[in-house]
Structure formats: structure tokens, C-alpha cells
């Protein structure tokens, strides 16, 4: 049997690294890993996000999960999102030991990869603002059973999926509007994620908050030219960046729905004794 590692970088996003990692990852081939984590993570401006997929490992020793936590020590300092990617079993029963499946930031499923969507059109890649979204939403079920419901927290997440909906309405509609309104949206959007933000405390001031950063590029966006005078270092945001924003907003309005379900579903449920 072929026990070598080799460590694939796959299709994605633009902002988003993806590691497909196959084979024994052992101390004979911890420098394989090591090596590619610090060139994903060399590049300059660093990615929004580094995923590693882990579904292909057969074997995992200690060797190569220090690596992994030295890779994340590394992202979390350039502002990086590090993850894993469907654990194999034999990464999971590691993580379990040690108790390290509660450091890292786990994603349930394989990444997506960029291929044809239904009726043989090609879908959109997801682009760094959505990307994030969706990390926030995998991130968020997966804390779905730590602590205990927080009280008005099911309204005060179906008040501000409300207001997300109002900001960012359909595809379709939302790019035909001017740019400058686009903009306009994606702060109002911004907005109701700091209202909420300031009403709630805990498990959902850390979704709010992490939705907020999710737009926060919208903060150094301006809607016309330069005219010659000082920007305070404000970028006219592209068509691609809007979308991707506005992406972004209807991924968290999905993920503040479910939470404000899941909310619910703990408060009424009747405690044990």
C-alpha cells in the first residue's frame, strides 16, 4: 500500500485556499504538510480563508496535527480563517484525544468545488464575503448544542434576518439598481447586524458579531471616483464585489433564520427532572 502523502491545492474562490490532503500523514511525511501550509499561507495579501480538506487521510499521527496547529496560530495572526474539512476517521478519533476538535473550526462536508449547476449553466463561485458566510454558517450549527438558549434571542434573530431581507432583495432586482444604492443596501444590511449586535449577549453577540466582520469590507467602500480629494483610503467596490456582498447577506439571512428556529425549538423544549 502507497503511504506517501501528497497534498492537492484544488479549485476555489478567489480569497479562499483549499488543501486537499490524501494518504498517511505521519511523522515521516509531517514536512510534506508543513511545507504546503507555509506556502498557502506565504502569499501576500494572505487569503481570506485556508481550508483543508481532511476526507482523503488515512492515517494521522501527532506530528502532522502540531503542524495543523501551528498553521492555524499563523492564519489566526495574518487575519486568516483556517479550517478543516470533513475530517476522516482517523483525524476525528485524534482530535477526540487530544481535545483539540474544539480549537479548530471543522466544516462537516468536503468543500464545493466550481462545476456546472443544474440545467448545464456554471455556477457562480462563491467569492471571499460569501465564502465567509458559509464558513459563519457551518461554524454556527456546529455550536448549535453549546449552552442554553438566551432569552429574546429567536426574535431578536428573526428581527434582524427581517431587516437583512429588506437591505438585499433578489439577484435579479438588486443588480439593476445604481451602484451607489447597492452600497447603500449592503451598509443598511451592516447596520441591523450592529443593532442586533448591541441587544444580545453571548453565543448570539458572537454570530452577529462574526456576520458584521463577514461585510466589514463594505466599510472601506465609496460609491463614486476619486475627485482629486483625500479618500481616507476608500475603493470603489466592482460589480463582482457587490454581488458578492450581496451573497453574503442572504447566506447570514439563511443562517439567522435557522438560528431564531433553533432558539425557539430550546425554549419551549421542557428541561429534564
Not at 466589514?216 to 467602500?221: C, D, G, Q, R, V
Amino acid at each position: 500500500m502507497d503511504t506517501a502523502l501528497t497534498v492537492d491545492r484544488c479549485p476555489s474562490p478567489p480569497g479562499t485556499v483549499v488543501l486537499a490532503l490524501h494518504g498517511d500523514a505521519d511523522r515521516d511525511t509531517a514536512p510534506v504538510l508543513a511545507r504546503a501550509l507555509r506556502r498557502a499561507l506565504a502569499v501576500r495579501p494572505a487569503p481570506e480563508a485556508l481550508v483543508v480538506d481532511c476526507s482523503g487521510l488515512r492515517l494521522c499521527t501527532s506530528s502532522c496535527l502540531n503542524h495543523l496547529l501551528r498553521a492555524r496560530s499563523t492564519a489566526a495572526e495574518a487575519g486568516t480563517v483556517f479550517c478543516l474539512a470533513a475530517p476522516s476517521p482517523a483525524l476525528a478519533r485524534l482530535l477526540a484525544v487530544t481535545e483539540t476538535d474544539t480549537v479548530f473550526d471543522i466544516l462537516p462536508a468536503r468543500p464545493a468545488r466550481p462545476g456546472p449547476a443544474a440545467g448545464g449553466t456554471t455556477a457562480a463561485p462563491a467569492g471571499p464575503a460569501h465564502a465567509r458566510a458559509r464558513l459563519l454558517a457551518a461554524q454556527a450549527e456546529r455550536r448549535t448544542a453549546d449552552g442554553d438558549p438566551v432569552p429574546e434571542a429567536a426574535a431578536l434573530f428573526r428581527a434582524t434576518a427581517a431587516r437583512l431581507a429588506d437591505a438585499v432583495g433578489p439577484a435579479a432586482e438588486q443588480e439593476q439598481l445604481p451602484g451607489i444604492e447597492r452600497l447603500e443596501r449592503l451598509r443598511e444590511a451592516l447596520a441591523a447586524l450592529a443593532l442586533g449586535l448591541a441587544r444580545t449577549h453571548g453565543r448570539p453577540a458572537w454570530i452577529l458579531a462574526r456576520a458584521a466582520d463577514v461585510l466589514s469590507p463594505a466599510l472601506h467602500w465609496r460609491a463614486l471616483t476619486d475627485d482629486g480629494t483625500t479618500t481616507f483610503g476608500t475603493v470603489v467596490p466592482t460589480p463582482d464585489d457587490l454581488t458578492d456582498a450581496e451573497r453574503a447577506v442572504r447566506a447570514l439571512h439563511d443562517v439567522l433564520t435557522r438560528e431564531a428556529a433553533q432558539h425557539t425549538a430550546a425554549g419551549i423544549r421542557p428541561r429534564s427532572g
